[in-house]
């Protein structure tokens, strides 16, 4: 829908396609000048931190995984971390190598997913993966190969690819033999080939002219490209751990959208996800990945957002290596799980989830009952980063017609592969705090 | 980490496609998939489905689909509704669906159970808004999460959080073919006896609602050394009584049993009615 008179002109796009969940855009532009973006998140309220309240500390990890239905594995590894950092115990060892494999399946299939079905088509001009098919069956076919690969490893370790059951506070219900993983490595193979095959197809794409200068914030965890925990760090020195977020960072209610805007105290709008990731770890990737990026000329700290699809399927390479080598290492555990016995306190925990930082925190009480629960998804941060892209980016091209600039805008937002389903159930209830 | 409200202008309401006039009907079936309120998990299932995805896109005519990039109109042979009804806007959209679609299925918990986002129906959604929000008139609740079925009639509703690839593909191709799908109504438990597990209850003593729960997962909980903790929602014909009974012999006293039956298919008739039993018995905090 564009609106236009002489001196006034509206962008508005109602319902956004090929992302996860439902929001809208809106730009409108006065005399030539950009007055304001918005990406509305319309998506009603689900109220999860509401209702955590007064559940059992083993709960969240089933709970939450019903955020999102792309990244449940997240949320489960986020709530397992800081149920367990309240309890006091901290799983290690081939149990957290196990999370680790469990986290690729999910990257992979996510990443896969975003590359294919929803982000290529705009870059090479389809409506969608389908039509894409219609000239490319053979392209589509590998994209299609390497999501099923990453489901293989969710359904092989967590018995289904969405809202996995096999995951719990202090590890898992049942371990695989290491018999059992040994055809996940056959796949891995294949999909190993099929990455780097995408970082060559996507590297070879006519990116669009952005770039920004936004504060990058990601994991780091020496020793590993960090997915599980470790302390947040940033291009501009930030340096903190999970149990400071609270000190750092702020959330803000804005009328366009049902989910809260964060922002860093004092800095303003930062950037999380696979951008910020690649620039703060790059050194910790697997040697297959290295290369790949080396031969796509990815650049140290990569500035411009349209080229997030090419660290995607760089870091999807990383995936499918570092599976191979956790499957390669593995030596079954005596027990499934460790024993977690709750105890009264707060517990924080974060993890990478495909589109950035996840964090929760839990308050329990000495009988293991959740008095207070918060999470704050990638989304929701990332939010005023995308509105941020967009401002730019209308700006610098106001000589496009409507249609166009329109379908250029969709594809900002796309850069983000945003969650819109996660994002939205940061309406939480609060009561009860100063 | 502070709240803090800054007002602009409200959110416009969502078009559904209109029915244009004497538009001729497409040869291939027509399949539209909807989302309400959920986690997207479901219409996920069907991406999910690698090695069918570019045969199923073939045989029919993939409509209306956001996620993966399809927006025509309608009408729609065959729509797949994902997700609960939770705001005034989405309870008048899923009229106008209806109206578009000759056949209804609701796909996932949410659509046919109200979803995990009905555990808001046993509290005060006005409460948790006006303490939640620095402005909560700007955002918009119904206090009850809904099945689509309380709004419009449905089809054949497919169960399960989240709903199984196989059983999609079923009722799609049943719906196309004019036949009834294949679906068994049974328990989770007929699942272990195909699948051949020992039982986690009788061997292990495990809390198991396989008895009560609706088959389709292939008893998969069981499978990994786990009780089903009901995701599919209750069975045709559950005897909670009985399960209840034996849940309090396993060692749950009621607040556990109410806590394990209130989860993502909590307002599920059959489970609603056990639990406000076992609150209004007084034994148990809610």
């Not at chain 1, 409506?127 to 099923?148: S, T």
């Not at chain 1, 997915?227 to 009328?255: C, K, M, Y």
């Not at chain 1, 700006?395 to 969650?419: F, G, M, T």
Request: with cysteine.
């Amino acid at each position: 829908m564009t609106h236009r008179s002489r001196s006034k002109r509206v962008l508005a796009l109602d319902a956004l396609q090929r992302v996860e969940g439902e929001g809208a855009m809106y730009v409108d532009i006065r005399q030539g000048t950009v007055r304001e973006v918005q990406l509305r998140i319309y998506e009603p309220p689900r109220f999860f931190e509401a209702f955590l309240r007064g559940r059992h500390y083993t709960e969240p990890p089933d709970i939450t995984a019903r955020v999102c239905g792309i990244c449940p594995v997240a949320y489960q590894m986020s709530a397992c971390q800081a149920v367990e950092a309240a309890c006091g115990v901290t799983v290690d060892g081939q149990l957290a190598e196990l999370r680790r494999l469990l986290y690729c399946g999910e990257w992979i299939e996510s990443h896969a997913l975003h590359i294919y079905l929803l982000h290529a088509p705009d870059f090479l001009g389809y409506e969608n993966a389908v039509e894409l098919a219609g000239d490319h069956a053979d392209i589509v076919e590998r994209g299609l190969q390497l999501k099923k690969t990453g489901n293989e490893i969710l359904e092989l370790l967590g018995g289904r690819a969405i809202h996995p059951v096999n995951v719990r506070v202090g590890g898992f219900y049942r371990l695989p033999t290491a018999r059992q993983l040994r055809p996940l490595r056959e796949r891995l193979l294949g999909a190993l080939d099929a990455a780097v095959e995408t970082v060559s197809w996507v590297a070879g794409f006519d990116f669009p002219e952005l770039a920004h200068d936004l504060e990058l914030v990601a994991l780091r965890s020496p020793g590993a490209y960090a997915v599980l925990g470790g302390r947040l760090a940033s291009t501009d020195g930030l340096d903190i751990s999970a149990d400071e977020f609270d000190a750092h960072f702020v959330e803000e209610q804005v009328a366009h959208s049902t989910a809260l805007h964060s922002k860093m105290r004092e800095r303003g709008t930062y950037l999380l996800g696979p951008l910020a990731r690649y620039a703060l770890n790059c050194d910790e990737l697997a040697p297959e990945a290295k290369e790949a990026a080396a031969a796509a000329s990815l650049l140290p700290e990569e500035r411009n957002p349209f080229r997030s699809i090419v660290v995607r399927a760089v870091e999807t390479v990383h995936a499918c290596a570092e599976a191979l080598r956790i499957i390669d290492a593995y030596e079954r555990p005596a027990e499934a799980a460790i024993t977690v016995e709750p105890r009264a306190g707060v517990g924080c925990g974060w993890t990478e989830a495909p589109r950035g930082t996840l964090w929760h925190r839990y308050e329990i009480d000495d009988g293991g009952m959740i008095i207070d629960a918060r999470i704050v998804p990638p989304t929701s941060q990332n939010q005023p980063a995308i509105e941020h892209d967009l401002f730019h980016f209308v700006e610098a091209n106001l000589e496009l017609d409507d249609d166009a600039l329109r379908r250029r805008c969709e594809q900002v937002i796309r850069n983000y592969d945003p969650c819109i389903s996660c994002a939205t159930h940061f309406l939480d209830l609060r009561v009860e705090r100063s | 980490m502070t709240r803090e409200a800054v007002v602009t202008p409200p959110v416009r309401e969502v078009p559904v496609p209109r029915l244009p006039e004497r538009q001729r009907a497409p040869r291939k079936p027509s399949v539209a998939v909807w989302k309400f309120s959920s986690c997207d998990g479901c219409q996920l299932t069907l991406l999910d489905c690698e090695d069918e995805l570019l045969a199923v896109a073939g045989a029919v005519e993939l409509s209306y689909f956001l996620e993966a990039g399809f927006s025509s109109d309608g009408p729609y042979d065959l729509s797949l509704v994902e997700g609960s009804v939770t705001n005034e806007a989405d309870r008048r959209r899923i009229e106008r669906v209806r109206a578009v679609s000759k056949h209804l299925v609701t796909i996932g918990a949410c659509a046919t159970a109200g979803g995990i986002q009905a555990l808001r129906n046993f509290g005060d959604v006005e409460e948790f808004l006006s303490i939640v929000y620095a402005s909560p008139r700007l955002v918009e609740a119904l206090g009850e999460s809904t099945p689509i079925s309380a709004h419009v009639p449905v089809d054949y509703e497919l169960r399960g959080c989240p709903i199984t690839r196989a059983q999609l593909l079923e009722v799609v191709l049943a719906f196309l073919h004019g036949r009834r799908a294949d679906v068994v109504a049974s328990s989770v438990c007929s699942e272990c006896k195909l699948t051949g597990n020992v039982c986690v209850t009788v061997a292990d003593g495990m809390a198991c609602l396989g008895p009560v729960t609706h088959a389709g997962c292939g008893a998969l909980c069981p499978s990994y050394k786990r009780g089903c903790y009901g995701c599919f929602g209750p069975m045709e014909s559950p005897n909670l009584p009985a399960m209840i009974g034996g849940l309090n012999r396993r060692g749950l006293d009621d607040g556990s049993v109410v806590r394990l039956l209130r989860s993502f298919n909590a307002a599920a008739p059959q489970f609603q009615a056990a639990t406000q039993a076992l609150i209004e018995m007084g034994e148990c905090p809610t």
